[in-house]
């Protein structure tokens, strides 16, 4: 089992950038790291994801603008968001999946990222 805690999230103005981190209470290596986001009234979306020796995977809002990357000794994973918009504001949570089955999935508590001027 592992615990997964965001940070980093807040209030930005539009074009203003944020970096968030979720960190791991054991190791990673096995999971598939993802952020999902959740915006009021909305479904949960795909953010990004990325496996172990891979290259992340992005959802198409977010191409171009948002960068993931994880780093298995520290147990870590990381979303770099770069020229936010207000479309943007969501609650962002990290999601650890063992072997990317979709059978030993956890779930941070969410971070709340406003875009906003």
């Known amino acids: 089992q592992v615990q997964l805690v965001e940070s980093g999230g807040g209030l930005v103005q539009p074009g203003g950038s944020l970096r968030l981190s979720c960190s791991a209470s054991s190791n990673i290596f096995m999971y598939v790291m993802g952020w999902y986001r959740q915006a009021p009234g909305k479904q949960r979306e795909l953010v990004a994801f990325?496996?172990?020796?891979?290259?992340?995977k992005y959802g198409e809002s977010v191409k171009g603008r948002f960068t993931m990357s994880r780093d298995n000794k520290k147990n870590t994973a990381t979303l770099q968001m770069n020229n936010l918009n207000p479309e943007d504001t969501a609650v962002y949570y990290c999601?650890?999946?063992?072997?990317?089955?979709?059978?030993?999935?956890?779930w941070g508590q969410g971070t709340q990222v406003t875009v906003s001027s």
């Open positions: 999601k650890a999946d063992y072997g990317g089955l979709g059978r030993d999935v956890y």
């Open positions: 990325l496996a172990n020796d891979d290259m992340p």
